[in-house]
């Protein structure tokens, strides 16, 4: 069982970068699609992106395309979200997550404790 633990979150201004990271323990961490997502304060969950097992495919919310980049390094368990640019409505809390689907309840899947992401204006 992967469990995932998001870092890299704070605060930065409109216009800057930030990079978060997802740490998965246990096994077998590269043989999981991951997925990126985040909740803004006073909504709901929303996914932004997903990168294959391999990092060699990945797919991006219209909101977030060309300005987010998904990787990850599998000999370190890590997942990484590259953000450049950022807006204020980038604002929230960020999550890792496998196994993500979507039922008639919402998101459902595994993710971590998530790391908060401020953008100033």
């Known amino acids: 069982q992967v469990q995932l633990v998001e870092s890299g979150g704070g605060l930065v201004q409109s216009g800057g970068s930030l990079r978060l990271s997802c740490v998965g323990s246990?096994?077998?961490?590269?043989?999981?699609?991951l997925s990126w997502l985040r909740q803004p304060p006073g909504k709901a969950l929303e996914w932004i992106a997903d990168?294959?097992?391999?990092?060699?495919?990945?797919n991006y919310a219209a909101s977030v395309k060309g300005r987010f980049t998904a990787s990850r390094d599998n000999d370190k368990n890590t997942a990484y979200l590259q953000m450049d640019n950022l807006k204020p409505e980038d604002s929230g809390v960020y999550y890792c997550?496998?196994?993500?689907?979507?039922?008639?309840?919402?998101?459902?899947?595994?993710w971590g404790p998530g790391t908060e992401v401020t953008v100033s204006s």
């Open positions: 997550a496998k196994d993500l689907r979507l039922t008639s309840t919402g998101f459902a899947g595994s």
């Open positions: 246990g096994c077998p961490f590269s043989q999981n699609h």
């Open positions: 990168i294959s097992y391999n990092g060699r495919g990945a």
